[in-house]
């Protein structure tokens, strides 16, 4: 059970906008910002969004991101069928004293 | 910078996992270092993150059992998890620490099974 939730699957069709959302509590999200991350299978994951909705060096700007309150979201516009690829959130948590993650979310292009 | 894990892929329980980190491309005394790890088919873990001048925060959950250290000499740091058993199975990746984890190595993976 992840400390953020993520819904396990989301998908879209090639040009279209698709969001991935994340949801936490006043500790994490509410408090600090957000790290998104892009994952292919058997690969490590890269970095895509730090501090919220400052892009990693060479994302392109189809990829952002944005939070309010303790849930944030992350939002791909113009899908490729090169975004199809797992999804993770994550942040600090000061209850906890650590970066925690989301489950991960699964983007299929259709 | 370049980062590549390295250590056995089999682990005995209640044994100690030793992996290492090769650093490329910047010095292991620039930045801050971290740990993260993935068991199979499952979401990522943090493990913790460490400066060589002993800066470190560990996940609560794993704190006693990890000790994290800096290799000046080969450039290398290392992670070092005792008292292993089957839920320490993963892919286990070293990453830099800058705003949050930001550079990662490609990961190796790590059986435990007796």
């Known amino acids: 059970q992840s400390v953020l939730n993520q819904p396990p699957s989301a998908s879209g069709t090639p040009g279209q906008r698709v969001t991935i959302s994340c949801s936490g509590s006043?500790?994490?999200?509410?408090?600090?910002?957000v790290n998104w991350y892009q994952q292919f299978p058997g690969s490590a994951p890269k970095l895509l969004i730090y501090?919220?909705?400052r892009r990693h060096s060479g994302v392109p700007d189809r990829f952002s991101a944005s939070k309010s309150g303790t849930s944030a979201s992350l939002a791909i516009s113009g899908l490729r069928s090169e975004d199809e690829a797992d999804y993770h959130c994550?942040?600090?948590?000061?209850?906890?004293?650590?970066?925690?993650f989301g489950g991960g979310t699964r983007l299929t292009v259709l | 910078v370049q980062l590549q894990e390295s250590g056995p892929g089999l682990v005995k329980p209640s044994e100690t996992l030793s992996l290492s980190c090769a650093v490329s491309?910047?010095?292991?005394?620039?930045?801050?270092w971290s740990w993260i790890r993935q068991p199979p088919g499952k979401g990522l873990e943090w493990i913790g993150y460490f400066y060589h001048s002993g800066i470190m925060s560990y996940n609560p959950s794993l704190r006693s059992r990890i000790n994290m250290s800096v290799d000046t000499a080969t450039n290398q740091f290392s992670l070092k998890l005792t008292s292993v058993t089957a839920a320490d199975t993963a892919v286990y990746f070293c990453?830099?620490?800058?705003?949050?984890?930001?550079?990662w190595g490609p990961g190796t993976m790590v059986t435990v099974f007796s």
């Open positions: 994550a942040v600090w948590d000061d209850s906890l004293t650590a970066w925690v």
């Open positions: 501090s919220q909705n």
């Open positions: 006043s500790s994490n999200i509410g408090t600090n910002t």
């Open positions: 990453s830099k620490y800058s705003s949050g984890m930001d550079v």
């Open positions: 491309g910047g010095s292991v005394n620039d930045y801050f």
